[in-house]
Structures are given as structure tokens and as C-alpha cells.
């Protein structure tokens, strides 16, 4: 269990100087005493603004959903309440989750816990602020292209993404049925296969959701044996521009793995040009977007310029350049599958630059490498990784076959542990 009152007072102390909280519930968090009698009964956690919680606002970082109160729980919040968590509140995001620096306009700006000054990523920025922070040990965010590991990555903790159709997405603001996912920050890889375990509630709601396979489970019953594996580091990424130091994380957890015996080798995937991918993933998730908020597009009051103008985009699209990239992203889809007849998991660094100050331009490759688990609906997970520069923290994700999160979490956890 965690002490509630004191993290509500490390919130209320500290919180003013990061923003991670745009709800805190403190009435809430005292009041309901836990669920459950399992590993995560009476742990704290905080819950991304664009999913719901009865009885509190769920903006999705929109103007327009400002004041919108959720009236029941989303099944993935159901799911952690039955398993004893303690919501503390509702966290910063990026508009819409269409973004990662979490600058949202009306509703403010996030900071960076480990660098005055600086993004904590997003979407989900609010979510790895408040683990970075030590507000709270666990967090649930929404991931379309890397919303859940790119503040993992910028906020130095870890990052889990489920198979599609794992976590049930009723009661979350959309943004992109084909590519949203439900997951979870956390302060370690364990606590965040629990968190996952826990969500994986029924809800027939969402068209994608499907019951998970029977035995399914996030967490490891032992260490996974490391000299079993064959880990591929696919060959797109060992070509792209990204910081150094970055490089040398990914590289030295590659050599970490072959030293525990692992096969480690580059993997061919000519199929999969990263900034191509991500482009036609971002006009697949605008055009959707475009539907399915449609009555925000030309109204100025209802959002940013920049996110209508977003939505404005894929709207007025085209028929043949959104089946190109329909096309384009079917072709990555399945490079990564036969990538992974082969290979048990696939390494590779998070995103290609750390976190950066708020007020700079935002790199448009952030998302390059996250979003190839959106692509092909497949499990990764985002861990922490000393930076040899001793600056910000360095971070690497692995990428598995379908339903293969315990394996994530035990590989991650022995990275961790090493």
C-alpha cells in the first residue's frame, strides 16, 4: 500500500511548479477505502484526462469538453478499482492526445519533472510527470503512435503499450480507433504489467476489445531465460539519425543481452521507412480524428487553431492519398510480423531524442520508432537507461509478438535488475 495522505501532500507541495495534476481528488482518495486483496490494493494512481472517472471531468485537453463530467468509469478504471488502486486524480495531455510536448492551450503547460523547463513528452505527459515526480507509482495513458513510452522515455520510467484489443478504449475520448491503445506508466516494469492485468476488463463497448487467451497474464511467474531468445534490431533504425547517446544505450543494451546469452542481429525490414510510416499513420489518425469530431473543425471556441486545423487536414484528405497511406501502413504491418517469425522480440531506442525544452520547435520524428507497435497492434514496453553523458535519461523499448507482455516484463525487469 502507499501512504495517501502523504502523496497528497507531496502534490499539493509540488505540484504547482510541474502541472501533472489537472484534477486532484483528494475527497475521493480518503473516503473509498480499497478493493481487493492483491499486490496493487490500497496503491496509488493517477488516470490520463481523456479517460473516464465518475464523477470527474474528462476534457480530453479540449475547450470544448471542458466541463464535461464522466458519470460512470471506463471499464480499464473499473477494473483497476476492483483491484484495489486509489485514484488520486486526473493528469495533464496534449490536446486531443494529438501531440507530445503536453503545452495544451486553456489548460497549461506540463513540465518535466527532471529539467526545469523542459517537455515531459505526450500525450501522455501528465502521466509521466506524476511517476517522475513521485506523485503517484502508477499511471494510465493512451498511446495512438507512442503516447505512453515518449513521456516514459523523456520522464526517465516505464512505459507499457497491450495488444490491441487487450484494454477495452470505451469511456476514453478518441482520437484514432485504428491506433489507440489504453496503457500504463509505472515507477517499475512490474508494477506496470499489474496495472495492465488489472485493466483487462470485459467491455464489449469497443469493437477491437477481445478477451484475452486463456493463461493470459502481464507479469512473469519466474525470470524469463535470456540465452533462450532471439532479439532483432531492425535495420531502419540502425540507418536513422537520432542522438548519440541514444544510439549507445540501445547498442549497450544489446550487448547486455548477448552477454546473458541471447542471439542479438540486425533484422532486414526494407519495407519500413520510419518518417514515411509515421506520416501516413498521422493522416490515418487526422482523418479519423476529422470523423469523429467533426462539429469542432469550424468552431474557434471548441480547440487550438493548430488541432482543428489537424482535423481540417484529414478531412480534406482525399480518398486516394488516405489509401496510400492505409496501403503504406499494411506493408509495415507486415514487415514487422515476419520480422518476428524469426525473432522473439525486437529492440530498439524509444524515440531519437530526449526530452527538450518547452518553446522550441517540436522534432516531427519523435514518434518514428514507437509508432511501428501501433502500426502492427503489437505489445512494447519502454525502460529507463543511464545516458553515458550523465544528462537526461536514456530509453530503450522492446517489441513483442501478440499477448506477449509477461515476456516484455521480465525482459525488462532483467535489463532493469543488470
Keep these: 500500500m502507499t501512504d495517501i495522505p502523504a502523496l497528497l501532500e507531496r502534490i ?29 490494493r490500497g496503491v496509488a494512481i493517477g488516470i490520463k484526462d481523456n479517460v473516464d472517472v465518475a464523477g470527474l471531468r474528462a476534457t480530453g485537453g479540449i475547450a470544448a469538453f471542458r466541463d464535461v463530467v464522466a458519470t460512470r468509469d471506463a471499464p480499464c478504471v473499473r477494473g483497476l478499482r476492483e483491484a484495489g488502486l486509489v485514484i488520486l486524480g486526473k493528469l495533464a495531455m496534449h490536446e486531443g492526445a494529438l501531440g507530445a510536448t503536453t503545452d495544451t492551450p486553456g489548460f497549461g503547460r506540463c513540465m518535466n519533472p527532471l529539467r526545469a523547463g523542459f517537455t515531459p513528452g505526450g500525450s501522455s505527459g501528465g502521466s509521466g510527470a506524476a511517476v517522475a515526480a513521485g506523485f503517484v507509482p502508477l499511471a494510465v495513458g493512451t498511446d495512438t503512435m507512442g503516447s505512453v513510452r515518449i513521456p516514459a522515455a523523456y520522464c526517465g520510467v516505464t512505459g507499457l503499450k497491450p495488444t490491441r484489443g487487450l484494454i477495452g ?16 506508466l509505472a515507477s517499475t516494469p512490474r508494477l506496470a ?46 540507418a536513422a539519425t537520432m542522438e548519440p547517446v541514444l544510439r549507445a544505450a540501445w547498442l549497450a543494451a544489446a550487448a547486455r543481452l ?66 496510400r497511406a492505409l496501403f503504406r501502413l499494411e506493408e509495415v504491418k507486415a514487415a514487422t510480423v515476419r520480422a518476428l517469425d524469426r525473432f522473439d522480440l525486437l529492440l530498439m531506442p524509444t524515440a531519437p531524442q530526449r526530452a527538450f525544452a518547452h518553446g522550441k520547435p517540436a522534432p516531427v520524428d519523435q514518434a518514428d520508432f514507437t509508432a511501428l507497435a501501433n502500426f502492427a497492434g503489437l505489445p512494447s514496453i519502454a525502460l529507463p537507461w543511464p545516458a553515458e553523458d550523465g544528462g537526461l535519461p536514456a530509453s530503450v523499448q522492446l517489441v513483442g509478438h501478440p499477448y506477449a507482455e509477461a515476456l516484455l516484463v521480465g525482459v525488462a525487469e532483467a535489463l532493469d535488475g543488470a
Design 12 to 40: 499539493a507541495k509540488h505540484d504547482g511548479a510541474i502541472g501533472a495534476f489537472w484534477q486532484v481528488d483528494a475527497t475521493g482518495a480518503l473516503a473509498t477505502p480499497p478493493r481487493g486483496e492483491g499486490p496493487l
Design 169 to 184: 478504449r470505451s469511456g476514453v475520448v478518441p482520437l484514432s480507433p485504428t491506433l489507440d491503445h489504453v496503457g500504463v
Design 193 to 238: 504489467g499489474l496495472a495492465l492485468q488489472a485493466m483487462a476488463a470485459d467491455d464489449p463497448a469497443d469493437p477491437a476489445w477481445r478477451p484475452a487467451p486463456t493463461g493470459w497474464q502481464a507479469v512473469p511467474d519466474g525470470p524469463p531465460r535470456l540465452a533462450d531468445l532471439r532479439i532483432g534490431l531492425p535495420e531502419p533504425v540502425l
Design 258 to 323: 548477448r552477454a546473458a546469452g541471447a542471439t542479438v542481429e540486425p533484422v532486414a525490414m526494407p519495407e519500413w521507412d520510419p518518417g514515411a510510416a509515421r506520416r501516413a499513420g498521422l493522416l490515418l489518425l487526422e482523418a479519423e480524428a476529422a470523423v469523429l469530431h467533426a462539429a469542432l473543425i469550424d468552431d474557434p471556441a471548441a480547440a487550438s487553431p493548430d488541432f482543428r486545423s489537424a482535423l481540417a487536414y484529414g478531412r480534406d484528405a482525399g480518398t486516394a492519398r488516405l489509401v
